[in-house]
C-alpha cells in the first residue's frame, strides 16, 4: 500500500515510511489514527539501524524547529528524508520556512535544489533577483522579512518582492514571531485582492512601519519596566517615614540634643506656621526630587546614559539643590536595618549633579553609576505619592489650614522650568488646599481671568523674548535620536524642550502680574508626580480625579483593551488577520486607500460589524455542563462559545478568522460547537470545532494561534473527551388522547385593519423627515442611509451600540445636533400619536409598540411585520437606545460629547442638559455658571430668561425631571449657584462665544 504525504503527494511504492516517535512502519496502524504525523521515508527494505539513525536526525530537528520542519523533505542520509502524513494543514513552503531557520543557507541544499526551493517559497515570482535577495536575508537572519514576501507572492510582482525582502528589522523586533505563511497569505488575499500590486505594496509597507514602531515601543517600555528595582519599595516606605518622624520630632523639639517626653506629645498642638507648612515644604521638594528621577531615568532608557544626563542636565541640579545640605546629609544616614536606600529621592540627584560639576568623564563607571540610582526611581516616586496623599488626605487638618499659601521650592522650580506640556495649569481643576473649600481652583481663576481681559488687551500684555544674536549649537544625532548640543556650563539655567517641559504661555512671568499663578496649595506639582509615575508605565500622562483634599489617580492602572473586532498591529498576522475577518463579515475595503490605519477605520464602519456581536448559540446541553470544567488528563480549562461576541475575544488573540459567518451560522443551527482551551493563565492555546454526528460529537477542526498546528497532546486529550459526549434526546412523552374537541374559526385579527392606515402614517412621516434615517445609519458608519444596518444595530448590545455612537460622533459621521434630532424624532410613536384618537382608544395595547421591549401578543407581533412598519420600531428602538447613551455621556461629562457639542453647538441640547445638570444632587466633574444666583436672566447673546413660556429655558424644564434632581431642585440650585454647565462644553473659550455660535444658523 502507497504512503499517502501531505498536500497530496503519494509515496513510491518501494519507500516504506517510519515512525518518528514510535519507530513503527506506517502500513501497521493506518494512516487515518496518524494524520500529520512525522514520519522518515526511505527503502521498504532499509536495515533498522540506518532507520534509527534517520528517526534520531529527525528527532532532533523537530526538537528544534518544531514538527512543521518535518514537511519540508529533509535529507537525512543514506537515502532517508523527512516528510508528514497526509492530514496536516498549510502548504510546503511553511515547512520550508521552518526548516531554513534551522538549516540557514549553509545546509539549505538539504531540502532540495535551489530553484525548487525558492518556487516553493515564491511561486512562478521566484527569478533571479528575488532568489538573490532571499538567500541575503536568510543570511543576515531576517525571518519576518523572508516570511511576508513568501506570503505576499500571489499579490506581488517578482520587483516588490524584492523591496520587501529588503526591509530592514529594528534590533529586538520580530514583526512576525510565529504564525504559517500559509494562513498569512490567505488573509492577505481576502484583505488585499481588490488593490492594485502598487497599492498593495504601499498597505504592506506602512503595516511593516506601524508594527515595527509599536514593537519597539512595547520593548522600550519593557526595558524601562525591567530597569526598576521595586524589591526595595517596601523597605524604602519604612526608611521615609522613619525619616519623617526624626525629622518632624527635631522639628518640635527645635533641638538635636533634648528627648521628646511622652507628656510632650500630648501637650503639643501643631500649627501651621511652625509644624505644617514645613512639612509641606519638605514634600513639595521630594515629589520635585522624585519627578525629575523618574524623568531621569526614562530619558536615560530612550537616549542613553549621556544624552539622557545632558538633557535633564539643568532639572537634576536645580531639583537636588532644593533641600540643604544638612537635610541630604541626615537622609542618607545609613539604616541597614531598615533600607541601604537615602530615605529622599534627592539624595540620588545630589550624587550625579555632584560628580557632573566635578567634570568627571561620562565613562562606562558613569553608566553604572547612573543606573544603580536611576533604577529606584519608580519605588521612590510610589513612595512620595502614597506618603503625600497620607499627609494631605488625612494628617492635615481642613482648620488648621491658611486661606492661602505658597512654597519657596516651587517658586524656584517654576521659575527656572515652568509647566509641562502635559499639565497645563488651565487644565488643573483640583480645588486649593486652604481653609475654605470653596475656593476657585487654579484652572478656574484662569478662566474668569481670561473672560475679564478683552482679547486684544491680551495679546498687547505678552512680554517679548529677547533675541539671541548668538546662532544656537547644532544638535547631535545618536542612533536616529537628535538631541540637544552640550549646555554651556556657565550659562543660567533657563527652561528647556525636556521630556514633558515646555515654556509656554502658562508660565509664571509670561504675563500680566494681574494674571493668577500657581501656588503650592494648587498640588499642580502633585499632578506632575502622577504623570512621571504613568509615563514609566508607559502612558503619555495619568488620568486624576479630583478629590475633596487631594487628587487621587492609578499608579498602575489596567489598560483598556480595544473592541475585540478591531485589527491591532502588534503582529503582521494578527493585524493581517483581524482585517481578514472584518472582511468575512462582509465588510467591504476602502477604495484609494494608502494607510493601514484608514484600511481598518474603513472596515470597521462597515454597517454589517455591528451585526457580528449579535448572534447566540445553540448548544447541546451536554456538551455546555462541561464549559469551565478541566479536560482531563491536562490542566487545560475548556470554554465553551455561546454567543459571536465571546467568538471576536477569541479572534483577536489568535488571529483566525473563528468569528466569520460560516462558523457563527452552524453555531446557530446546532450543527457545531466551538470551544476553547485555556491553560492556567487563563491563556487560550487552541480553538476547536465540534461536529455533530448520529450518536455524539466529534473534533472537527483544531488549531493553535495563526492556524498553526495544535500541540498533539491537547488534541489527542480533546478528542478522547469529545468521544465519550452523547447527543441525548428527550424521551417522548406519553400521548394521551385529548378530548374531542369542536372545531373552530379563528378569529381575525382586529390589528389589520389598522395596518393600512398605520402604514400610511409612517410614510408621511418619513416623507416628512429624511434625514432621521440618514442620522441614524451614520452611527453603524453607513453613509448612504442603507435601511439593512438598522437590524443589526437593534441586535447589537448596548455596549457596543454605545461605542458605535461615540465613534460616529468623534469621527464627525453625524453631527451632534442632528443625532439628538434624530433620537427625539421617533417614526412609529409620531405615527401613533397622529392617529384618529376613535381608533387610538379602541386599540389601546398600540402604544406598546413603542416601548423598548418585547411585544405582548403575537397579532402584534404579525402588525410589524410590514416592512414599512418593521423599519419603523426599529428606527424607534434604536433612537431610545441611542438617546439613553447621549444622556449617559452627557451627564457623566464625557471628553467625546464635550467636544461634539462645542465643535457644533446646539441651544436646544445646551438647554436641556443646562437644566439637568443644574438639578442634579452631584458633579464629579467641573462646572461652571451661566447666570448670577437668585436671578432669572441668563447672559449671552441673544439675552434669554428663565421664565419666559416662550424662550428656550421653559420647555425644556422637563429635562430637570427626566435627567435630573427634578425640577423643584433645579429652581433651587439655580437660585445657590446659578444655572451650570460643564467647563468642558467652553473648550477654552466663554460662555458668550458658545451661545451666539449655538444661535448662529437661527439668526442667519
Not at 532507520?51 to 514538527?67: D, P, Y
Not at 471576536?648 to 460547537?673: F, H, K, T
Not at 439593512?788 to 460616529?808: G, I, Y
Not at 442632528?818 to 405615527?831: I, K
Amino acid at each position: 500500500m502507497a504512503v499517502r504525504l501531505a498536500w497530496g503527494v503519494i509515496a513510491d511504492r518501494d519507500r516504506g515510511a517510519w515512525m518518528v516517535d514510535t519507530g513503527e512502519r506506517v502500513e501497521d496502524h493506518g494512516q487515518e489514527a496518524l494524520a500529520g504525523a512525522a514520519v522518515v521515508l526511505g527503502d521498504k527494505n532499509s536495515p533498522a539501524a540506518a532507520v534509527l539513525a534517520a528517526r534520531e536526525s529527525l528527532a532532533e530537528l523537530i526538537g528544534t524547529g518544531g514538527i512543521t520542519v518535518a514537511g519540508a523533505g529533509i535529507d537525512l542520509g543514506a537515502g532517508f528524508v523527512s516528510a508528514r502524513l497526509a492530514g496536516t494543514g498549510g502548504d510546503r513552503r511553511d515547512a520550508v520556512l521552518a526548516a531554513l531557520r534551522i538549516l540557514g543557507m549553509d545546509d539549505a541544499r538539504r531540502i532540495g535544489e535551489r530553484t525548487a526551493t525558492l518556487v516553493a517559497l515564491f511561486g512562478v515570482t521566484a527569478t533571479k533577483p528575488v532568489g538573490a535577495e532571499a538567500e541575503r536575508a536568510i543570511a543576515e537572519g531576517r525571518w519576518a522579512a523572508l516570511t511576508l514576501a513568501s506570503a505576499a507572492a500571489d499579490l506581488l510582482g517578482p520587483e516588490q518582492l524584492v523591496q520587501v525582502l529588503g526591509w530592514e528589522i529594528p534590533e529586538g523586533i520580530d514583526p512576525i514571531p510565529t504564525g504559517a505563511p500559509s494562513a498569512l497569505a490567505l488573509n492577505l488575499r481576502r484583505v488585499l485582492e481588490s488593490y492594485s500590486r502598487p497599492r498593495r505594496l504601499e498597505l504592506l509597507a506602512d503595516l511593516w512601519e506601524q508594527v515595527c514602531t509599536r514593537q519597539a515601543s512595547a520593548r522600550t517600555l519593557r526595558l524601562l519596566l525591567d530597569s526598576q528595582d521595586l524589591t526595595v519599595e517596601d523597605g524604602l516606605h519604612r526608611r521615609y517615614r522613619q525619616h519623617l518622624e526624626a525629622e518632624s520630632v527635631d522639628l518640635v523639639t527645635g533641638s538635636r540634643e533634648r528627648e521628646l517626653s511622652l507628656l510632650d506629645a500630648l501637650h503639643y498642638i501643631p500649627d501651621w506656621n511652625w509644624f505644617w507648612r514645613q512639612r509641606l515644604e519638605w514634600m513639595i521638594q521630594d515629589a520635585i526630587a522624585a519627578t525629575v528621577l523618574l524623568r531621569t531615568a526614562v530619558a536615560v532608557q530612550e537616549l542613553g546614559v549621556h544624552d539622557g544626563i545632558t538633557l535633564l542636565r539643568d532639572q537634576i541640579g536645580t531639583a537636588a539643590s532644593l533641600p540643604t545640605k544638612s537635610e541630604l546629609i541626615r537622609a542618607k544616614r545609613k539604616r541597614p536595618d531598615i533600607s541601604k536606600l537615602p530615605a529622599r529621592p534627592a539624595c540620588h540627584l545630589r550624587e550625579i549633579d555632584a560628580w557632573l560639576r566635578r567634570h568627571q568623564p561620562m565613562d562606562a563607571a558613569f553608566e553604572r553609576f547612573v543606573r544603580a540610582r536611576t533604577a529606584h526611581a519608580l519605588a521612590y516616586g510610589l513612595v512620595i505619592d502614597q506618603a503625600c496623599a497620607d499627609l494631605v488626605g488625612s494628617h492635615i487638618a481642613v482648620d488648621i489650614l491658611p486661606e492661602d499659601w505658597d512654597s519657596e521650592s516651587l517658586r524656584t522650580w517654576r521659575n527656572a522650568f515652568g509647566n509641562t506640556e502635559t499639565r497645563l495649569p488651565s487644565d488643573w481643576w483640583q480645588i486649593p488646599l486652604v481653609r475654605n473649600r470653596d475656593a476657585d481652583s487654579l484652572a478656574a481663576r484662569l478662566a474668569k481671568w481670561a473672560e475679564s481681559v478683552d482679547a486684544r488687551t491680551t495679546t498687547q500684555v505678552l512680554i517679548p523674548a529677547p533675541i539671541d544674536p548668538t546662532p544656537p549649537a547644532e544638535p547631535a544625532t545618536r542612533n536616529g535620536v537628535t538631541t540637544p548640543a552640550d549646555p554651556d556650563p556657565d550659562a543660567e539655567p533657563v527652561a528647556r524642550d525636556e521630556p514633558g517641559v515646555q515654556d509656554e504661555s502658562d508660565t509664571p512671568g509670561m504675563w500680566s502680574d494681574d494674571r493668577p499663578r500657581e501656588v503650592g496649595a494648587d498640588l499642580l506639582w502633585y499632578g506632575d508626580l502622577a504623570d512621571a509615575i504613568l509615563r514609566m508605565r508607559g502612558q503619555a500622562r495619568a488620568e486624576i480625579g479630583w478629590g475633596y483634599l487631594v487628587p487621587y489617580f492609578e499608579t498602575d492602572p489596567t489598560v483598556p483593551q480595544p473592541d475585540p473586532l478591531t485589527p491591532r498591529p502588534d503582529s503582521i498576522p494578527l493585524a493581517v488577520a483581524g482585517a481578514a475577518q472584518l472582511v468575512s463579515l462582509g465588510a467591504i475595503a476602502p477604495a484609494r486607500c494608502r494607510e493601514w490605519t484608514r484600511l481598518c477605520a474603513g472596515l470597521m464602519t462597515s454597517g454589517s460589524v455591528a451585526a457580528a456581536l449579535s448572534n447566540e448559540f445553540e448548544v447541546a446541553e451536554t456538551v455546555l455542563v462541561h464549559d469551565g470544567s478541566t479536560l482531563p488528563e491536562t490542566t487545560a480549562r475548556i470554554q465553551i462559545a455561546r454567543n459571536a461576541a465571546r467568538l471576536a475575544e477569541w479572534s483577536d488573540y489568535m488571529g483566525n478568522c473563528i468569528a466569520g459567518p460560516w462558523y457563527q451560522d452552524q453555531a446557530v443551527r446546532g450543527l457545531s460547537i466551538l470551544v476553547a482551551l485555556r491553560d492556567e493563565q487563563d491563556t487560550i492555546q487552541v480553538n476547536a470545532e465540534l461536529r455533530a454526528n448520529r450518536s455524539g460529537w466529534l473534533v472537527s477542526e483544531i488549531y493553535g494561534r495563526f492556524n498553526s498546528e495544535a500541540d498533539p497532546a491537547l488534541g489527542r486529550a480533546l478528542r478522547r473527551w469529545v468521544l465519550g459526549l452523547r447527543r441525548t434526546e428527550p424521551e417522548p412523552a406519553e400521548v394521551t388522547p385529548d378530548a374531542p374537541v369542536r372545531p373552530r374559526r379563528a378569529k381575525p385579527n382586529p390589528f389589520l385593519e389598522l395596518a393600512p392606515v398605520l402604514r400610511e402614517a409612517v410614510r408621511a412621516v418619513f416623507d416628512a423627515a429624511p434625514e432621521t434615517l440618514r442620522a441614524l445609519t451614520a452611527v453603524a458608519g453607513s453613509p448612504e442611509a442603507d435601511p439593512k444596518a438598522l437590524t443589526a444595530m437593534r441586535r447589537s448590545p448596548a455596549a457596543r451600540l454605545n461605542q458605535l455612537c461615540a465613534e460616529a460622533l468623534d469621527a464627525d459621521r453625524v453631527s451632534l445636533p442632528d443625532l439628538w434630532s434624530a433620537v427625539n424624532n421617533r417614526p412609529l410613536a409620531t405615527a401613533l400619536a397622529n392617529l384618529d384618537p376613535v381608533l387610538a382608544a379602541k386599540y389601546p395595547r398600540l402604544q406598546t409598540l413603542t416601548a423598548d421591549a418585547q411585544l405582548p401578543s403575537k397579532r402584534l407581533r404579525e402588525l410589524v411585520k410590514a416592512p414599512e412598519l418593521a423599519q419603523a420600531r426599529s428606527m424607534d428602538l434604536i433612537a431610545l437606545r441611542l438617546r439613553k447613551a447621549l444622556v449617559e455621556m452627557a451627564m457623566a461629562d464625557a471628553p467625546t460629547f464635550a467636544a461634539a457639542l462645542a465643535r457644533r453647538p446646539s441651544w436646544d441640547l445646551i438647554c436641556t442638559f443646562a437644566i439637568a445638570i443644574t438639578s442634579s444632587p452631584d458633579h464629579s466633574y467641573p462646572v461652571t455658571a451661566i447666570s448670577d444666583p437668585k436671578s432669572t436672566k441668563v447672559t449671552g447673546f441673544p439675552a434669554t430668561s428663565l421664565t419666559d413660556p416662550d424662550g428656550p429655558w421653559q420647555p425644556r424644564l422637563s429635562a430637570a425631571v427626566e435627567f435630573g434632581g427634578g425640577i423643584e431642585q433645579f429652581w433651587e440650585r439655580a437660585a445657590e449657584s446659578g444655572v451650570l454647565i460643564s467647563l468642558s462644553w467652553l473648550k477654552g473659550g466663554t460662555w458668550q462665544a458658545l451661545w451666539a455660535r449655538a444661535w448662529a444658523p437661527a439668526t442667519r
